[in-house]
Every structure is written in C-alpha cells, then in structure tokens.
C-alpha cells in the first residue's frame, strides 16, 4: 500500500442555481428564490478558475429547479426552452474556456442525460442511502427510485459515472451496506462507475439535523466491502469533511475528490485546506499526491466516442498529460 499514488481533481463549481423544491433536513445547499446565475459570473469564475489551475469545472445545481415558476420564467427570457438546455450552454461555454466539465444536477431523464453527454467529461450524482427511515424523516421528497434510474440511464449511456452514499443521518449500519451493494449491482451491470464518495453528513449553518458520527473502524468496514464487491472502483474520502481521511487512505481510500481555493459550495463551513498541507501529510505517510482529470483514464476512449464537443476538448488535455 505504501508509495502508491492518491489522487485529486483541481476544481472549481459553478452553481446554476441553489434553488430547489426540496427541503431535506440534512442540506445547507438550497434557497428558494435565488434564481439562476448571470453569465457575468459565470465569466468571474472561469477567471479565477485559469488564476488557480484547474482543469474540472464541477456545475451543481438545486434538483428538479423547474418546478419554480421564477426559473421557467428567467429560462425564456434568456431563450432557453429548458433548464438543460441552459446547463448545456454554460458546459459550452467552460469547454471554449480550456476546462472539463462535470455536471450533478440531480435526477435527470435519459434524453436528458444522452444531451448534457455531449459537452460533459463525466458526471455524477449520489445515491444517498437506502435506510427507509430517512427516506420518510430526512428526505421524504426524494424519491429512491428516480435516482436509482438516473444512475441506470447513465450506465446504459456509457457515461463515466460518479455516485456514491451519504451517511452519518441516524440511518441504520445495516443500510449503509445495502447502498454500495446497490450501487455494485448496477456498476456490475454497466461498468460505468468509476468512483464511488463515502460521505458523513457535515451539518451546515442551514442545516435541520443532528449529525451522528461514525466510528473510523465503522469508515474502515465500509471501504473494506466496497472494495470487495467493486475492486476497480476507486473510493473517494473528502478530506474537509471527514477527520479520518488520512487513515482512510491507508485502508484504500485513493482519491480525495475535486478540491478548489474558493471552497466547497455544497458544504460551506468546512473549506479545503491548500494542495501542499494534504501533499506534506501524504508524503510523511509514504503516498504521492497527483492531479487527474475529471475522467478517469481508463474511460477516456469511452468519452472520445461520445457525439457532441467532448470528444475534440477531452483529446486536447490528453495530447499536453505529461
């Protein structure tokens, strides 16, 4: 296990939107008249995202935002028939910009994941947890069906996938298994997830619960049995929100996810430490810190075949890897 390489992906976001119909107790993310973002902004970002050297531009927004009649309404007046054809455009306009985006905007259709494919290196979303419970108490809105197809509809589109599970929510030990099992079975069927984010629940100042901490022997049980049951998929900690990610490494633990200078927009109380603090701390434990991109390499050939602009800018970053 010593000297192998952990990974990390140079990240900026872009949020669309914060607006969502949602109320899920654990989320600080979402506001309910916000709108969608100016491309004044949007501009401002990929600045700064050339000043730090990234290569994701990670696009995030609220789920099912065009339930709010205000941003149908913003939608045409800016001309857009639909909330993906504007997430379409700003993926347009990051790749004219020189980076890759990665785009989790909650559940989606198949037609409308086989579109945003065409100007996406890979995307994401994330399966949660499985614990009744929390489908009722925490996330009634949710519906664990329809991420369950998105996550389908995205293997069967060949999309270089990112899922993963939320935990620390009260839900059971038991439950937290039966998620990365399903997230195996469908990988199993498509081959499509190429890593998958053990997440605790960090509470945010808009945060409605109490987190319930795990245990690092509990972090360990479980990438332990994600890596039995999908041993090519990398397991992704974040280090600003777990305590144990160090020791998580050393269990198997190999990426550290998308990590930015201008913080975590999704967890905004807990920023990112700079790139040499994480380096140093790997380095004294016998690890090398890299850079990747969005894509995992061994998708990249899968991404080269997609229809759309990803192709040509996909080959472009590979043609300058060292």
């Excluded at 790139?275 to 894509?295: H, W």
């Amino acid at each position: 296990m010593k000297g192998r390489t952990v990974t990390y992906s140079p990240s900026i976001t872009i949020t669309v939107t914060h607006d969502c119909p949602k109320h899920c107790l654990y989320c600080g993310f979402r506001t309910d008249r916000e709108g969608l973002i100016s491309w004044e902004n949007i501009e401002a970002t990929l600045n700064n995202a050339h000043r730090f050297g990234a290569t994701e531009v990670l696009i995030m927004s609220g789920e099912e935002v065009e339930k709010f009649p205000h941003i149908r309404e913003q939608l045409k007046e800016r001309g857009y028939k639909t909330f993906v054809d504007f997430v379409y455009s700003v993926c347009e306009t990051v790749l004219e910009n020189g980076f890759l985006p990665h785009t989790n905007i909650g559940v989606m259709t198949y037609e409308e994941l086989a579109r945003l494919r065409e100007v996406n290196a890979s995307m994401g979303l994330m399966l949660e947890n499985v614990d009744p419970w929390v489908a009722r108490k925490v996330q009634p809105q949710k519906n664990l069906r329809d991420r369950i197809r998105t996550l389908e509809d995205a293997g069967r589109l060949k999309i270089p996938y990112t899922s993963g599970i939320l935990i620390g929510m009260g839900e059971s030990v038991e439950s937290r298994f039966e998620s990365l099992q399903i997230l195996a079975d469908l990988h199993k069927q498509y081959g499509h997830l190429q890593e998958i984010i053990i997440q605790n629940y960090v509470p945010n100042r808009g945060s409605r619960l109490r987190p319930y901490p795990l245990s690092l022997e509990e972090y360990k049980e479980l990438i332990a049995y994600s890596k039995e049951i999908m041993p090519e998929v990398a397991v992704q900690i974040p280090p600003n929100l777990n305590p144990y990610w160090l020791d998580l490494i050393e269990v198997g633990a190999e990426d550290l996810g998308g990590i930015s200078p201008e913080g975590d927009h999704v967890n905004i109380d807990n920023p990112w430490d700079q790139i040499t603090f994480y380096e140093e701390a790997l380095t004294q434990k016998g690890y090398r810190l890299s850079k990747r991109l969005p894509v995992y390499a061994k998708y990249y050939q899968t991404v080269l075949s997609f229809p759309g602009k990803i192709g040509k800018y996909l080959k472009a970053f590979i043609n300058n890897e060292p």
